[in-house]
């Protein structure tokens, strides 16, 4: 046996998932203090560096699991998704995003984990979105070539460096670890 | 006191942070694809357009995309995001963490809070648009598959907040 286990054949049960594996996600969000605006945007100020706590481990939580069920013939790595890569529309488009985030002090996925919860601030920042989207989205038309440039499809990390995947893996847990020591000493100082 | 009255403390965050990765590892294990976000609200939009105007749909590269296979409102994101609503709101009322209002510094104003949370939001949109995902499709799924956009993605949009924060802390002090 050889996941992912749902085909595309099974719309329902994939769609199922969907809605188990996104309150999962909505409750560890809940849980760090992610739905709150406050505690995300201390990030940016040196005073709670949470953010990058819970979005580290959680990278390197599924980073690794996946090296090791792919490595072990459980989890067939063709078959997983991967985000494409369009280099300068994702360049462009992470200037926008950090802007926005540090006015809006709620990412998208945060903001609905802080409507939920009854903050009046993340259902702004949900509608915003929402309205940014049509906007966006009617006017991209205009920017198709912009759009689909720097196109690299699927394109990962050890593909770039050409280094083996596990070395690159072994990289990021450093790296990790290095932020999380960096942030507690941070966090130390600032307070 | 009241236990209703008091909010419990949130959890560790390299705790919740391992929790939120094996929900990341178990969507990779059952559907071969990670969580997001933005995808929802754009194939929202993307389905009213083509509702009204089909033609303007069809023509935009961020709408088109969700036009095709099951279609815009059977997409896998919108159920996702369903369930990121109700998982909040259920680990905030077993934690006494339920309460309407407006989270904001004492210095600014109820009004100006959640029309910096709208504009904010609009500014996210155009650039998660661009990105073709947020910090959950492409900064935490894209980054635990190693993704180059995704990682280029994390890189800048945090690099950029950190960057443009002091301009902005009166916001939030």
């Known amino acids: 046996m050889s996941a992912p286990l749902i ?6 049960v994939s769609l199922g998932a969907a809605v188990v594996l996104g309150a999962g996600f909505g409750f560890a969000l809940e849980r ?21 706590k819970v979005m580290f481990s959680a990278l390197i939580v599924a980073m690794l699991g ?41 990412c998208p996925g945060t903001a609905c984990v802080a409507a939920a919860t009854g903050r009046v601030d993340g259902m702004f920042v949900v509608l915003g979105f929402l309205a940014g989207m ?58 | ?52 105007a089909p033609e303007h749909a069809a023509a935009s590269p961020l709408f088109s995309h969700y036009l095709e296979g099951q279609g815009p409102w059977l997409e896998w994101l919108s159920f996702e995001l369903a369930g990121v609503l109700f998982g909040a709101w259920l680990s905030a009322a077993l934690a006494g963490r ?9 210095a600014l104003a109820r009004g100006s809070r959640v029309a910096l949370a709208f504009g904010g939001g609009v500014v996210m949109a155009a650039g998660a648009a661009f990105a073709r995902g947020c910090t959950s499709g492409q900064a935490l799924t894209g980054g635990a598959l190693l993704s180059v956009g ?3 993605f994390l890189c800048v949009a945090f690099a950029t907040a950190h960057v443009l924060a002091p301009l902005v802390r009166r916001l939030w002090t």
């Open chain 1, 7 to 12: 085909g595309d054949g099974s719309l329902g």
């Open chain 1, 32 to 52: 760090a203090g992610l739905g709150s605006a406050r505690k995300l945007i201390g990030q940016f100020y040196g005073r709670d560096l949470t953010v990058m």
């Open chain 1, 66 to 106: 996946v090296f090791w069920l792919s490595r072990f013939g459980l989890l067939d790595l063709r078959a997983v998704y991967v985000p494409l890569t369009y280099l300068w529309p994702q360049l462009f488009g992470g200037l926008l995003f950090g802007a926005g985030l540090v006015v809006a002090g709620l």
């Open chain 1, 134 to 191: 049509f906007g966006v989205g009617l006017l991209l038309e205009g920017f198709a070539d912009f759009y689909e440039s720097g196109a690299h499809g699927a394109w990962t990390l050890p593909e770039l460096t050409g280094l083996p995947y596990g070395t690159v893996v072994a990289a990021v847990v450093l790296l990790a670890l290095a932020a999380f020591a960096g942030a507690e000493w941070i966090e130390r100082r600032v307070r």
């Open chain 2, 1 to 52: 006191m009241n236990r209703q009255c008091t909010p419990r403390a949130y959890a560790d965050p390299y705790l919740a942070g391992a929790g939120l990765g094996l929900v990341l590892l178990a969507a990779f294990v059952l559907v071969g694809r990670g969580l997001g976000a933005s995808g929802a609200f754009a194939s929202t939009a993307a389905g009213v357009v083509a509702a009204i």
């Open chain 2, 98 to 106: 339920l309460r309407v209002e407006v989270e904001r510094p004492a």
């Open chain 2, 150 to 152: 995704g990682w280029l």
